[in-house]
């Protein structure tokens, strides 16, 4: 593993080898993504960069010690958690981290209950992190219960263990992009630590349209021309309606695939046989979004 923060070149680890092979099989992984052109430009940074540190140190030039620790902003369902687990493999796969698990974590499981429960169950989740991602949820609630809440111990041991362990884990913070500024700035120590940020943009109609389409294949199922008209103009109608902060971008679209599946059931429920096009055919009446919150 490559050295992820300070310390000397004596005890640092042996560095990855970091091809263009590699790189490029790892980042078409990456291009299968609906979406995302800006988060996909980060990554391509961050491994060009690692690229060119390994061809550096080949060269016997100066190389800088790579900070991979991460902030993550963006509205629910806007892929987080599917580009951490990606990135955890990604590196995993040149060799920065031994294991390329993801450990996804939010505020219940860092924060204890009494004076030193916090403590314990924040190392017990660094430890499961080691030789992977450390993914932190909703990060910003940890700093709101003022300045006697557990959540601040809870900040203050994760820093000391990405200082114990600095060459072991990668830890990245997610949340609201308004909430994630917010909670940087109320520890003055954490922006330093946190050197990379990818804002996730909203999915666009077309986006989640398309999203739709790659859930039902999936299943192997597929939308009709009908259907496909549908729930086009029904997301266009919800972005301009409830679009924005609170919005579940492809969580909703994944539910409301979902939803379709199962009425698709009980439409079909009493025909005698079924074909196989009826049996993968989701139609228009298929498609409800009553009591499937956006």
Known sequence: MVRLSGGTEADAPAAPKVTKEALGAILAELDQLVGLDPVKSVVREIFAYLYMQERRRQQHLQSEPVVLHMVFKGNPGTGKTTVARMLARMFHAC???ER???VEVERA???GEYIGHTAQKTREAVKK?????????EAYS???GGEKDFGREAIDCLVKGMEDHRNEFIVILAGYEAEMDWFLATNPGLPSRFPIHITFPDYDAA?????ARRTAQQRQYQLSAEAEAKLRTHLERVLLVAGGPGFSNARYVRNLVEKAIRLQAVRLFDSPRPSREQLMTLRPEDFQWEGISP
């Not at 992190?129 to 949820?137: E, Q, R």
């Open 95 to 97: 060799g920065l981290l």
């Open 100 to 102: 390329g698990h993801l």
């Open 109 to 111: 499981d860092l924060v």
């Open 129 to 137: 992190a080691l030789g992977g991602v450390l993914f932190i949820d």
């Open 142 to 144: 940890l700093a709101r």
């Open 207 to 211: 986006a989640l349209l398309e999203i």
